[in-house]
């Protein structure tokens, strides 16, 4: 019978029955089961995981880790001394070379100071040399010029000039000028002077004698 107001059928308490329910979604939706199993899956891959990483042992207390840690301490503290006893060496080479730069310097002033002490002593050498062979020569000149006791030829034995008693002469003093060859026998001068320092002038061709009169130097 239609509800003329709604167009809907009358309801009839046939109809106010209680419907049965449809079925269940989770039944009809195999999807969602897969979606939910995978899920599990999942989370139970998870939990075995945590488990896993609690129950490993941990690598610093192996006894590989210690025997590494103690190798790398061995080396380290090799480095360190090492590197210690290069500094050390390092500081002994640099104050050695300090020393032998002060030494060198100081060995270079003591050459540039024993150079000059030299060419001072042949500088000195030099002027002594000079004044030995002045001395030298003066003592031969003089040596050549001076006559002592005996009887000597002018010009051939002793140069020609005026001689002069080098010292007072005694009372025996005696000198004689003879012509050369006479032998004594032809006299041109002759003296016993008794003292002072008597002189006499001499040419070529004669003959001197002095007897005990000491030396005569030529003036």
């Known amino acids: ?28 939706n195999p999807g969602r089961s ?6 599990m899956a999942v989370l139970a891959l998870l939990a075995g995981s945590v488990a896993v990483g609690t129950t490993l042992p941990d690598p610093k207390s192996s006894e590989a880790y210690a025997a590494l840690a103690g190798e790398k301490a061995s080396v380290e503290s090799e480095r360190d001394t090492a590197k210690s006893s290069y500094e050390s060496l390092k500081s002994k080479y640099d104050t050695l070379q300090t020393g032998i730069s002060d030494r060198e310097a100081k060995v ?36 050549a010029n001076t006559v002592g006791d005996g009887t000597w030829t002018v010009g051939k034995d002793i140069e020609p000039g005026t ?30 002077p008794g003292g002072g320092r008597p002189a006499v002038t001499l040419s070529s061709g004669q003959d001197f004698n002095s007897t005990r009169c000491g030396k005569w130097e030529k003036q």
């Open 1 to 28: 019978m239609l509800n003329t107001e709604t167009d809907e059928p009358e309801r009839t308490p046939a109809n106010d029955e209680p419907e049965e329910a449809p079925p269940s979604s989770e039944k009809g």
């Open 34 to 39: 897969r979606r939910i199993f995978a899920t």
């Open 108 to 143: 270079t002033a003591r050459e540039t100071e024993v150079g000059k002490a030299d060419a001072a002593v042949k500088t000195a050498e030099a002027a002594v040399k000079v004044r030995e062979d002045a001395v030298t020569g003066a003592e031969k000149t003089k040596a």
């Open 163 to 192: 001689y002069r008693a080098a010292a007072n002469v005694g009372s025996s003093c005696y000198w004689g000028i003879y012509a050369t060859g006479s032998n004594g026998s032809n006299i041109i001068q002759n003296d016993i």
